[in-house]
């Protein structure tokens, strides 16, 4: 019996959970993220699978690391970023992968495969916005956000709000103080939408969550207050500490519920906390949890291997 992994070989956490599902007999097949870019053979003969020449199509459980999407092709020149010259076809070409890889995916979980997590859930449903309306319509505490292009909105958000941070719709920036500086610059939100919040103050928390089962509870503890933990130097050099957090049993019901609304099975979830009081900002659908397993002892690739070779049993 074997379970598959979908992400580069060298992940430590791929490499963990193989770890953990040989420990619950199960052997794995690697599907490396990057086959495609590399070259490597997959192929769909009239609906069946093979890669590298072997049939895959046994393989009823994966850990998917990453769904694999068009890249920008980009490079850096002069401290700047600039297209490629042949941007349209490599552009074109990485879409065309990732696509492929997409429908795959999709055509394993309808035929009933299990996939921590499936494609819906690790691209489209990962975007804040409907993130925050799910666990707004559970009743979860969400910051007050206005998401918007209209410099007229975010003014009049800011002078209600006044403490507000900024962030973007799909990711891939820190979070940012909405300082007067900021404010100067509103113009440039005609280009593209950006999220504007409440600053909410406290502890930042991780929840992580495979199924039902809050596997680990932590707070992030840097010596220093940041707006976004990531800026703090001892988190960016790996010395972060973690307190452990015990959840009340209504914030625990809305991770569980908030994850299923977004089809997570694996669920990496951020909170602030101030005393009872606890705000969700969003879910993550595949979490870089290594460090906390490592520092917090909190077993999360077993949990995660459970979950794929029950899967693959089943
Ligand atoms: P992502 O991690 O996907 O970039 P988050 O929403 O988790 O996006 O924001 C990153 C970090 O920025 C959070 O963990 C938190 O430390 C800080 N942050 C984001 N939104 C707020 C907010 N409304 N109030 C206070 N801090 C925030
Ligand atoms: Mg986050
Ligand atoms: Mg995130």
Redo the contacts with the bound molecule.
Sequence with gaps: MRIGIFGEGSDPQCAAVAREAAALGADTLYIDSRALDEGKPLSMLDGKTSYQGESVDDVKGFYVRSVPSPSVPAMKKDESLVLYEDWFTTFTQTRERAAYFLAWLLQLSHRGATLVNGPHAASVMQHKPYQLHALRSLGAKV?RTLISNDPAAIRAFHAEVKDV?Y?PVM?GAV?RALDAEALERLDAVTASPVIF????PGD?LRVTLVGDEIVSCVAIVTPEQH???RDDPVYSSGEAMYREVVLPEPVQRFCRASARACGLTLAGI?L?QRARDFVF??LNSSPIYMDVELKAGHRISRAIARRVVEGARA
Excluded at 197 to 200: D, G, L, T, V
């Design positions: 910051p941070i962030k990711g979070t919040q409440e600053r909410i930042d707006l976004d933990f951020d602030k900002l969003e």
